[in-house]
């Protein structure tokens, strides 16, 4: 199965972001990948210091949602759409899962907040999986991917054979500009990775925004832990590799006995 990993830089506006989508989308098509992942709230983009955006309301998400479901059905190929989203009166950090046939099949959402978000987001309260061509997939988004491996053990416990990771890390302001993946000295998030897949024996696909001064980028690791492909930082891009789900035998995980843990 080929997968593509999106690195655009961050969106000037949602008309900005849905533009993005739709290139990126039909260029990881004409590469035969049948889905493709982009970074954390893409739409309408991570509220930072470096960048304002305004909170938007329903109407104009679900209608971003809805053109991101035509680009799916122009280019036939899945796409997962980070994005803000409201559940009742709940404001949420999620991602959306649109098939290649251009149907909404639900979304993910971020269920374990960084401190800094408490008063940006609710928490989620639900984990899933879906399924493109017969591939089982999770979803954890930035923060808890990271810190919380949890999440991608629950994923890999039911199934899957890849969990993808939307986040954001960096900024364009300030900062340290990488120059090799997974340095000693480079900050933890590259190492995170790594073990997510390692600890489950799947594929982790962690997936970020091009930034002027990143702390890491967009990552394939393989089910022993190596990573098998990234987007070099501070270039926007797009990153099409092959997995084989056969590889992704969740044995690890399988293995884990939540038993012991009880109290």
């Known amino acids: 199965m080929k ?20 290139n990126m989308a039909k260029k990881a098509a004409n590469q035969d990948a049948e889905i493709i992942c982009f970074p954390e709230t893409f739409l309408p983009g991570y509220p930072l210091a470096d960048h304002e955006v305004p909170k938007q309301p329903l109407t104009v998400l679900q209608d971003a949602l809805d053109k991101v479901c035509k680009i799916a059905f122009a280019h036939g190929i899945a796409i997962i759409i980070p994005m803000d989203w409201y559940e009742g009166d709940q404001f949420l950090n999620v991602a959306h899962v649109v098939s290649a046939a251009g149907v ?3 979304y993910q959402s971020k269920n374990q907040l960084d401190p800094s978000e408490d ?41 899957a054979r890849i969990v993808f990771h939307p986040h954001l890390s960096g900024s364009d ?20 990775m790594m073990m997510r897949a390692l600890e489950n ?18 990552s394939l690791i393989d089910p022993q832990g190596k990573c098998i492909a990234y987007q070099p930082y501070g270039e926007p891009g797009i990153l099409v590799a092959e997995i084989d789900p056969e590889q992704a035998t969740g044995l690890l995980a399988k293995r884990f006995k939540p038993e012991l843990y009880v109290i």
């Open 3 to 22: 997968i593509a990993l999106a690195t655009p830089p961050f969106p000037k506006s949602i008309d900005d972001a849905l533009s993005v989508i739709d």
């Open 104 to 106: 909404q099949l639900g």
């Open 119 to 159: 008063g940006q987001w609710a928490p989620g309260t639900t984990r899933r999986l879906f399924e493109v061509n017969g591939i089982k997939f999770g979803i954890t988004i930035c923060h808890e991917g990271f810190r919380y491996p949890e999440s991608t053990r629950w994923a890999a416990r039911e199934g």
């Open 173 to 192: 302001m300030q900062g340290v500009k990488l120059t090799e993946w997974g340095s000693i000295n480079s900050p933890y998030y590259e190492k995170a």
């Open 201 to 218: 024996t799947i594929y982790f696909a962690s997936v970020g925004y091009a930034m002027k001064f990143q702390e890491s980028t967009t």
